[in-house]
Structure formats: structure tokens, C-alpha cells
């Protein structure tokens, strides 16, 4: 006798529902968290960012203050002196009685250099010349209060930097000037001292006895603004 074929029966439980479609609470739920991520993300960039333009900014910084510091060592500072003077005498200063009168000539100056006198009616503008200068544009100066400091030509390089650092930062020349009667002659108005080593401590007396004095027929004017001669550092 054939047996019968059984086909099993279907499992019985709850039946699988098809994939439902998000929610609108859903879909803006999803929305927020992809917005908070992007929002995290430039907020990491921006922060990166950040860093390094700090970074840049400390770097270009502490560039900048060694650019500073090192003009500061390696420029040469000007020394300071009180204008006008109290009268002290300094030993080995000569003084003299010449008077001011523009010409448009040459002048026979009678000291060597010349410390007043007839001049050219434009002063020469104070500085560090490396060629002589025209004495009769260099007295003009002389009259506004300037000091002018003159050098052989053959005066050493160190005699000469150690003269620079006695220079103040304004109403003085420096010049070489052939057959001086020193290596180093300084010349004001009226009065002039002729020392043998830029060292001497006469030098900067000589300064803050005469520089931008008033004992000068035009104290206070100008020492720039008029002639630069050749060889104007």
C-alpha cells in the first residue's frame, strides 16, 4: 500500500512586513545628524585653521624681532650731548674772531680748516662725507651751529670708526681734508681743537661745549635741506 505524500505546512508566526519609507520625524532626524557632522567637520577645519596661521604668525613674529634686534646691535649708535655750552674751557681749543659775510667766491680762509668767515650764501647739509667738502659751504653750516670734523685722508679705518661713534645725529660733518695739522681737527664757529687719536677725551668735550651752540650768528637754523657734496654717505 502507497503511502500518502505530506507537503509540510507553512511556519506559523507573524508574517515579515515590506521595508517602510522614513518618517518625516525620521527624514529631519537624519537632516540634524548630517548637518551636526558637516558643522563638526569645518568646525575642526576652522580650528586647524586656526592653528596654523597662529604658528605662521609667532614664526613671522619672532622673525621680525630678530630682524629688529640684530639692526640695533650692528647699526652704530649716535652719542648724546647737551646743546649749547656752559664755558668750560678745554685744554688745547683755539678760538678766534672771524666775521660772516656771503660771497659767491672762492675764500682764503685764514685757519686751516677754516672755523668762520666769509661763506657761500648755501650751507652744506650735515653728514658723513667720504670726499672733502667745500669749505666755504661747510663754514655756512659752521654759522648755524653745526661742528665740522675733518680727518686725514690717511687716518686709519679703526681711528676713523672710533671718530664715527663720538659723532652725534645731527648738525655735524665729517670730511677728510688734505695737509690738516693733525690727523684730527675739529672746527665750530670761532673755536677748533686738533688732537692726534679719536680716543682723546677732549673729543667729546669739544661736543658738549660747542655742538648747536649759541654763540653763532644764526643759532638753530637749518643743516639740512640745502647742498649735498660728492661723496654724501
Given amino acids: 500500500m502507497k503511502e500518502a505524500l505530506v507537503t509540510p505546512a507553512p511556519p506559523t508566526g507573524p508574517s515579515v512586513p515590506p521595508s517602510a519609507k522614513p518618517s518625516v520625524k525620521q527624514q529631519r532626524a537624519q537632516q540634524r545628524a548630517q548637518k551636526l557632522e558637516q558643522y563638526h567637520r569645518e568646525q575642526k577645519r576652522s580650528a586647524r585653521n586656526r592653528k596654523i596661521g597662529l604658528i605662521a604668525g609667532i614664526t613671522a613674529g619672532v622673525a621680525v624681532l630678530a630682524l629688529v634686534i640684530t639692526s640695533i646691535v650692528l647699526t652704530p649708535q649716535s652719542a648724546t ?35 668762520g668767515g666769509e661763506h657761500h650764501p648755501t650751507w652744506l647739509n650735515c653728514g658723513v662725507y667720504t670726499e672733502p ?101
Fill in 81 to 115: 650731548y647737551s646743546a649749547g655750552g656752559d664755558g668750560t674751557e678745554i685744554d688745547g681749543v683755539e678760538t678766534f674772531e672771524n666775521a660772516s659775510m656771503h660771497v659767491e667766491t672762492p675764500v682764503d680762509y685764514p685757519q686751516t680748516p677754516p672755523a
Fill in 133 to 233: 667738502v667745500p669749505s666755504e659751504n661747510a663754514v655756512h653750516s659752521l654759522e648755524h651751529g653745526a661742528l665740522w670734523v675733518t680727518y686725514d685722508p690717511d687716518l686709519p679705518a679703526a681711528e676713523l670708526d672710533t671718530l664715527k661713534e663720538a659723532l652725534p645725529s645731527s648738525y655735524v660733518i665729517l670730511s677728510p681734508f688734505d695737509d690738516l695739522p693733525a690727523p684730527i681737527v675739529l672746527s665750530g664757529w670761532n673755536s677748533q681743537l686738533q688732537v692726534e687719536s679719536a680716543d682723546d677725551e677732549r673729543v667729546a668735550a669739544f661736543f658738549e661745549e660747542y655742538w648747536k651752540s649759541n654763540d653763532v650768528p644764526e643759532p638753530g637754523a637749518l643743516c639740512t635741506g640745502a647742498y649735498d657734496a660728492p661723496g654724501k654717505a
